[in-house]
């Protein structure tokens, strides 16, 4: 079987599983705060967090179709006074190409795909200056390989950018697979989040 048919079929199973699991709304509490709390344990994110001159920038996104949150450690953070950091989201052009711009979480608009995302008028933001990137996924494994919808954007992204923000793929336990297919192309995690534990590479 090849590679393509592979990915598909993971693809497939993994939107699948990840549909099921959003319905439940107990479990996407739960979800949502384990993220947060294995995300802010993270050395690399609580150095950037305690930086006293400037607050750090931290790219994000707004789940969609069953991807599991990773924004509730804004909550966090603002429930126990800390620092939040500046918030940077994606836009799709019309040429395909994925753009990060500041923006608040709050006030994103429906956008392609129906994903909210930052209005067009949004300052960008430079990827040399993004200390954390949150990157979605369909799937990931735990070689820190992700599998995306299959179009590309945050590889081309990440492949044009002089520099490699922090990345770390958000995912369900559920959707976490010991091997995914990879090309050469794709780009590896620096960690992986799921509700329960934290993967670093």
């Known amino acids: 079987m090849s590679k393509t048919v592979d990915k598909q079929s993971i693809r497939e199973n993994a939107l699948c599983?990840?549909?099921q699991l959003s319905a439940d709304v107990d479990f996407i509490l739960e979800s949502t705060s384990g993220i947060a709390t294995q995300l802010l344990a993270i050395p690399e994110v609580q150095s950037a967090l305690e930086a006293t001159n400037n607050p750090p920038l931290f790219a994000s996104y707004a789940q969609a179709l069953g991807e599991p949150n990773p924004n509730g450690f804004l909550d966090y953070l603002q429930k126990?006074?800390?620092?939040r950091p500046h918030m940077a989201f994606p836009r799709i052009s019309g040429k395909g190409e994925l753009s990060m711009h500041f923006?608040?979480?709050?006030?994103?608009l429906p956008g392609s795909f129906g994903i909210p995302e930052p209005?067009?008028?949004?300052?960008?933001?430079?990827?040399?200056?993004?200390?954390?990137?949150?990157?979605?996924?369909?799937?990931?494994?735990?070689?820190?390989?992700r599998l995306g919808y299959g179009k590309g954007y945050y590889d081309r992204l990440l492949a044009h950018s002089s520099h490699k923000p922090l990345l770390i793929g958000i995912s369900f336990d559920e959707t976490l697979y010991d091997e995914i297919p990879a090309e050469p192309h794709d780009v590896r995690m620096d960690y992986?989040?799921?509700?329960?534990?934290?993967?670093?590479?």
């Not at 923006?103 to 994103?108: N, R, S, T, W």
């Open 192 to 201: 992986i989040v799921t509700p329960t534990q934290t993967l670093s590479f």
């Open 119 to 145: 209005g067009a008028d949004l300052p960008l933001a430079n990827m040399e200056d993004i200390n954390v990137m949150l990157v979605p996924g369909v799937a990931f494994d735990r070689k820190g390989n």
């Open 80 to 83: 126990d006074g800390g620092v």
């Open 17 to 19: 599983q990840r549909m």
């Open 103 to 108: 923006a608040v979480l709050e006030k994103l």
